[in-house]
């Protein structure tokens, strides 16, 4: 059974229906048409018993003869072979028939079928057969009177023994015959049937499974056919197993897509810290070549100058190099946020101190909002603290001289904002959709730190359930920060 197809199963179930339910037709139509017969020989018979018990003497004051009943029995059962003549009391006992000996299986019968015909009820109305412990038949029944007082009935059964036998025979053969030819016609309609029921039902199974198990070769283009399939009209489960294959192909496109757009900007990435890491190294290798070939012909001030530029681009390669590994470290679970509960504003106060010199030496102007109230806020006080000092770093640096840097904190619906914006040339339009996903070298100014600190700074606010957005500003450039107040 478990090599059978699917097809196959179909087809054989849908005949096995088939037979079953003509087989269950041809049940019914055979008892419909059995009591339609009885009916009608019930009906057409229904006062031969009254006949016989008016033309003849069948009980009297003295009670009955039984040999006398006995011939007379006999001879009418002689007459008409499918009959059987009973004389019954007023109990049900059988007190007279002409039935061969050992032919009588119970001596008594139930009175309740003959009241029944006797007030009219809807025919056909079966009787007890006395040759029979369970069977019934229809019958012809009339009650007799002795002076005037119930004293019995006669009974006759109208489909007796022999009448059995002949109509069983008959039965046989005409079944044996159409038997054959009924299930012929059955299984050439089930193999009709099925083979129709194959073609039309497998057919949209078909062709899916001829889709899916083509994917194995150029895969890729034929999941992007499949997903770019319509769906489905109808509701069906073929229908509904076509439509999850087509959001299936969608979805697995939209991740080829997206793997694709993060390897371009994987790729992007590496040219990109490839450039800024080539950068400082080849000036501080020039600066070095330099001093070893001309060390002689130097100044003591020209070698203390090479030499300052040479630990300024090594420190800008230090200080990238563990850019990266910071980042590494966040985007792959190492580090997790140690949270305690502490003042935000006292935390932008101690951060602000750290660049009062830059900002004196370059006559910038920090204007602090702090909306207060403020609630105590459950985060990584590490971790906020390099968040702000990465923006108020970058704008202090990307702020002209005389320029002006704002802070702004509120609250709002159960988080802190925290806005840095500065007066700055601020960002170019083609960087803000992948700011915050991959380095920009577009501009020497912005070279220094290879875009890294934007993309720490959201990682870090990440892991607190937060968030930083660019707002679009007329000048300068703007940040927002979002710190939930109580992580979940």
Known sequence: MKKITLAQRLTLVFALLLLGCSALTVWIQYQNRNRYSDAMIQNLSRNLATSIAQNRVLMNARGTEQTALKALFSQMMAYNPSVEVYLIDNKGNILADAAPAGHIRRQRISLTPLHQLLAGKTLPVYGDDPRSVRRQKVFSATQLRVDGKPAGYLYVILQGEDYNQLNHDALSSALQHSMLWSVAIILLCGLIAGSFAFWWVTRPVRNLTRQVSQLDNHSQQLIERLAASPLPRQQDEVAQLRTAFINLARHISEQWTSLALKDDQRREFIANISHDLRTPLMSVQGYLETLSVKSHSLSDAERRRYLSIALIESEKVGALAQQLFELARLEHGVVTPQCERFSLPDLVQDVIQK???????????????????????????????????NLIDNAIRHTPDEGEIRLHIWNEAQQLVIEVADSGPGIAAELKATLFERPSISDASRRDNGGLGLMIVRRMLQLHQGDIRLIDVPTGACFRLFIPVQLD
């Open 355 to 389: 660049f009062e010199l830059p900002m004196t030496r370059h006559r910038q102007a920090l204007r602090v909002e702090i909306a207060k109230p403020l609630p105590l806020v459950d985060a990584d006080m590490s971790m906020i603290e390099r968040v702000l000092t």
